[in-house]
């Protein structure tokens, strides 16, 4: 069993025992929530063997074939799904074609063909503050602070790595710069005396996100190029720890910053 399916495995006993909800294990494992409902029905029905890749073994298919593609957009100018919206043609083609695309890859198919999805108008929500994981190592938060934090008035970056349960710094590492040795620095530090967390968040900088990420065009992804992942993601992958990348600016900010003062020293 490898260390991705040790954590989908670690989750859904904890959605079983209903000490995390499904939204929180669907952060933790970077899937959807539907995709932990069906994990989590399928380890109460068929016990650890769920988690276990059906395709281990097989060779992978990163590529949309030709035929695939034209038969999605043939059958959204049936009458059968052409007052379909997009998001809903998707489920309807995994529901009665047999046919697994993500929403993006069918949106970035029927776009290309010139079509429109038509838009359904909902209210708008309001979005609450995420709690935080009710125990320790479920997720980390990493981030670096530039400040002149030598009294010589030379600038440098605080890296911290925070439990979200507690708030509990876990590691800090100095750097001329926000750098890739300075997370890795960093991660060696806090791994070595608290071990391997299940997921680390952190924002979308290039040192753990490829710049061309969710940026390909249909031409290329259909020939198969994907995004590299970066040193930083490759080293976390290998870990089985999974990169949760922020959409907002991080909350610790300002505590990474208040605890980094408190070490502040003339060096000369």
Not at 241 to 255: D, F, V
């Amino acid at each position: 069993m490898t260390q991705e399916e040790r954590n989908k495995l670690y989750v859904a006993s904890c959605l079983l025992d209903k000490k995390i909800t499904i939204e929180e294990g669907a952060e933790l494992l970077h899937l959807s929530e539907r995709q932990v409902k069906r994990l989590k029905k399928g380890v109460r029905e068929q016990g650890d063997a769920f988690v276990i890749h059906k395709n281990r073994g097989r060779k992978p298919v990163h590529a949309l074939s030709h035929e695939v593609k034209e038969r999605v957009v043939n059958l959204k100018r049936s009458e059968k799904y052409s007052q379909a919206n997009f998001s809903h043609f998707q489920e309807l083609l995994e529901k009665h074609e047999s046919i697994h695309l993500s929403k993006s890859s069918v949106y970035r198919i029927l776009v290309s063909e010139g079509m429109e999805s038509t838009k359904k108008h909902s209210r708008r929500t309001l979005h609450k503050t995420r709690k935080r994981k009710p125990q320790r190592g479920m997720l980390t938060v990493m981030d670096a602070s530039p400040y002149r934090w030598f009294l010589n008035g030379m600038e440098c970056s605080l890296h911290g790595v925070i439990d979200d349960a507690g708030g509990e710094v876990l590691h800090l590492v100095f750097a001329s710069q926000e750098c890739l040795e300075g997370y890795f620095e960093l991660t060696k530090g806090f791994i070595s005396q608290y071990g391997i967390p299940l997921a680390v968040y952190v924002d979308r900088h290039t040192i753990f996100r490829s710049p061309l990420e969710g940026k390909l065009s249909l031409e290329e992804e259909l020939s198969g190029k994907r995004a590299k992942v970066t040193q930083f993601g490759r080293a976390m992958s290998e870990l089985g720890i999974n990169l949760i990348w922020a959409k907002s600016p991080q909350r610790y900010e300002g505590k990474l910053k208040g605890y980094g003062r408190l070490y502040r020293v003339d060096f000369q």
